[in-house]
T-cell receptor, first 110, second 115 residues
Framework: AQSVTQLGSHVSVSEGALVLLRCNYSSSVPPYLFWYVQYPNQGLQLLLKYTTGATLVKGINGFEAEFKKSETSFHLTKPSAHMSDAAEYFCAVSKNDMRFGAGTRLTVKP | KAGVTQTPRYLIKTRGQQVTLSCSPISGHRSVSWYQQTPGQGLQFLFEYFSETQRNKGNFPGRFSGRQFSNSRSEMNVSTLELGDSALYLC??????????????FGQGTRLTVV
């Protein structure tokens, strides 16, 4: 069975600082990997996804993530945080169904 | 094109009652998945329908059921409501099933409160 672990339920960064949200997965075979963002009282919006091919994936709003099979990780990064990035972020894996991590709430301080 | 539409947005029900939630997927999408989101349990997969057939089911009791119509619209039903069923219920649509790993588009959710 596949599962997703997001390290850190809350991450706080200053505006302009690097954003790093961690995601590790467990799966018997490499799954497909996703990052979603959720703003208050909204559904989830896809930031980026990895299926096959290049392991560094670029998404919307300046986010990117790197699939590292040897580390079973798919960490999300953004070089410079913006106030509008404050939201909850979910890592997800998909094989036979989609499973989500517990989420990481990102706070951006001015 | 229109996104995923969930109705109603907010709902208050009494313990023991039943409730039906509706989800209209993006035009052309044949797969609809349902998720329950709570502060304690996070996002949990309920079930997925593709072309009117349930393809996958999460670990929820039989009180939770769903169906999909020929136009791909889906409904989710919860019978004998319990206080713990209070949650945000999210619906997602995609062109294919999770097996095909196509992008899922989420609705804004239905906030169910059981009192």
């Amino acid at each position: 069975a596949q599962s997703v672990t997001q390290l850190g339920s809350h991450v706080s960064v200053s505006e302009g600082a690097l954003v790093l949200l961690r995601c590790n997965y467990s799966s018997s075979v490499p799954p497909y990997l996703f990052w979603y963002v959720q703003y208050p009282n909204q559904g989830l919006q896809l930031l980026l996804k990895y299926t096959t091919g290049a392991t560094l994936v670029k998404g919307i709003n300046g986010f990117e993530a790197e699939f590292k099979k040897s580390e079973t990780s798919f960490h999300l990064t953004k070089p410079s945080a913006h106030m509008s990035d404050a939201a909850e972020y979910f890592c997800a894996v998909s094989k036979n169904d989609m499973r989500f991590g517990a989420g990481t709430r990102l706070t951006v301080k001015p | 094109k229109a996104g995923v539409t969930q109705t109603p947005r907010y709902l208050i029900k009494t313990r023991g009652q039943q409730v039906t939630l509706s989800c209209s997927p993006i035009s052309g999408h044949r797969s609809v998945s349902w998720y329950q989101q709570t502060p304690g349990q996070g996002l949990q997969f309920l079930f997925e329908y593709f072309s009117e057939t349930q393809r996958n089911k999460g670990n929820f009791p039989g009180r939770f059921s769903g169906r999909q119509f020929s136009n791909s619209r889906s409904e989710m039903n919860v019978s004998t409501l319990e206080l713990g069923d209070s949650a945000l219920y999210l619906c997602a649509s995609s062109l294919g099933t999770a097996i095909m790993n196509t992008e899922a588009f989420f609705g804004q959710g239905t906030r169910l409160t059981v009192v």
